[in-house]
């Protein structure tokens, strides 16, 4: 049996609630399978380098979390124009990433048979975890995931060509692939060895660093030794990949605790509710900041009693907020550089840094192509200045040091161009003020925020601006920005 799509019709059913994929979504299991697969994904060099150069999942891996998800969610939904949509946003944001890694090879985000790996590992993933839990798929079951899996390929590259057509080929595509090409990448290192020892906590959890540290130092061990234990054995053995003892066992205990999540009633368990609820802070005007608040207060109480039951060493708060009372709440150079500029938590601030801040606000803002491509374009221009300005080494990027020593530098002309296009952006009817409906669609759609500013009479230019800047040159916290590029 074959599983070539037909067209229209044939995507139609493979899609939307129905489909295989919507099954596993909100399945505990699918999130050691998405490790899984990120993991062999960041195996093959291209993804590898990729990912290394120009991904935020090691500063803000909670936000990429919540990128991905809605991204499965728009291309696997049964709305096609969406899809579509999604589809092209995706291609532009691949396109933006190309370079060589550090053994010179190119690498290329748009290469199709790259794409077709990351597929690849998905649906593996996905038929292992439910092998791993006990509850291996039929072959009709896997035939119908399988395409699937190759109509959201098509969705992407036209065609999926790049995959055999056939499941039995699959296998032998997929054991070459991993017997033949993925290497110990530094990306794959940095996933199993410092992501879960260093993960920085969600928004929900940001106020008890203490119980979050204590936790982390418990469970990212284990994740990372059941992570290592699922990974195909020829792939652990050409990359030199520990298995530590008891670990097999402790994986197939993992999956089949997960797997016991099929006993409870059908929507017990929500990824999306889930997703967003680690997302929102206490001065959210989400309906359950209240909730959130409450609970968040209690996770103190019970964090300041671990702390002075089992004191931690070190430094248990990597992201320190402001003290109160300072003025205008301003951040410390260090704080600002970390939190903010260096997006992909490399230490530096280079292009990749920039333009995931472009990315992350064209994504919240779900920018038409000229929108994004404007943003992009003043983001760029204000690399340069930047570079020009702070870049005092000549090595292409700017450290901390550079950055602290030349702070004023960042409220060039090129910053105040971003800020304007971000307001016209949201200044949909081009009468030169954001009115309520726009503010909305901006801050509390598209942030989960609410602005101090009053909006009864608009949100000027200007006023827009100035806020802005105030946080991107004047390192003041931000009651709207700081979800979106600060927080993990």
Request: charged share 25%; aromatic share 8%.
């Amino acid at each position: 049996m074959t599983t070539q799509t037909t067209g229209t019709a044939d995507e139609a059913s493979l899609f939307g609630p129905k489909s295989q994929f919507s099954a596993f979504f909100d399945d505990p299991r699918w999130a050691l399978a998405m490790i899984r697969a990120t993991v062999l994904e960041a195996a093959h060099p291209q993804i590898g380098a990729a990912l290394a150069d120009n991904s935020t999942f090691v500063a803000h891996p909670w936000r990429r979390l919540r990128n991905t998800f809605l991204s499965m969610r728009r291309m696997f939904g049964t709305d096609p124009a969406e899809r579509e949509r999604e589809a092209a946003r995706l291609n532009r944001l691949h396109a933006r990433m190309n370079g060589s890694d550090s053994r010179g090879r190119a690498y290329d985000a748009m290469d199709r048979a790259t794409r077709a790996w990351v597929v690849a590992t998905l649906f593996e993933s996905a038929v292992t975890m439910c092998r791993l839990s006990g509850q291996p798929l039929d072959q009709d079951t896997m035939e119908r995931m399988y395409a699937e899996y190759r109509t959201f390929l098509a969705a992407l590259d036209g065609d999926a060509a790049e995959l055999p057509e056939d499941l039995n080929d699959f296998w032998r595509y997929f054991d070459r692939v991993v017997e033949n090409e993925l290497e110990n990448t530094e990306a794959a290192r940095v996933i199993l060895y410092r992501l879960f020892d260093h993960l920085p906590a969600p928004a929900l959890l940001d106020g008890t660093p203490t119980l979050w540290a204590a936790g982390r130092a418990v469970v990212g061990p284990l994740l990372g030794a059941i992570t290592v234990a699922s990974l195909p054995e020829p792939y652990r053995r050409r990359a030199g990949l520990p298995e530590l003892p008891g670990a097999a066992t402790l994986m197939q205990g993992a999956y089949l605790a997960a797997g016991l999540a099929r006993f409870l009633p059908e929507g017990w368990i929500d990824a999306e509710s889930i997703i967003e609820t680690l997302s929102l802070s206490p001065d959210s005007d989400d309906p359950r900041a209240r909730t959130v608040t409450a609970l968040r207060a209690r996770m103190k109480r019970a964090s300041a009693l671990l702390r002075l039951l089992t004191p931690l060493s070190g430094d248990t708060n990597p992201h320190p907020a402001p003290s109160a009372g300072t003025e205008e709440n301003r951040r410390s150079a260090e704080d600002f550089f970390r939190r903010v500029l260096d997006q992909t938590g490399d230490g530096h601030l280079d292009w990749p840094d920039l333009a995931a801040m472009a990315r992350e606000l064209s994504t919240r803002l779900d920018l038409d192509e000229p929108e994004e491509t404007r943003l992009y374009d003043a983001f760029a221009a204000w690399w340069r200045e930047l570079q020009a300005a702070l870049d005092t080494d000549g090595d292409g990027r700017v450290s901390a040091d550079e950055y602290a020593a030349a702070v004023p530098s960042l409220a060039g002309p090129a910053l105040i161009r971003v800020a304007e296009v971000l307001f016209d952006a949201t200044d949909k009817d081009g009468n030169g003020t954001i009115d309520a409906d726009e503010y909305r669609n901006l801050f509390r759609t598209a942030f989960h925020r609410d602005l101090t500013t009053n909006t009864d009479g608009g949100y000027g230019r200007s006023a827009f601006v100035g806020d802005f800047l105030s946080f991107m040159s004047g390192h003041r916290t931000s009651t709207q920005y700081d979800p979106l590029l600060a927080e993990a």
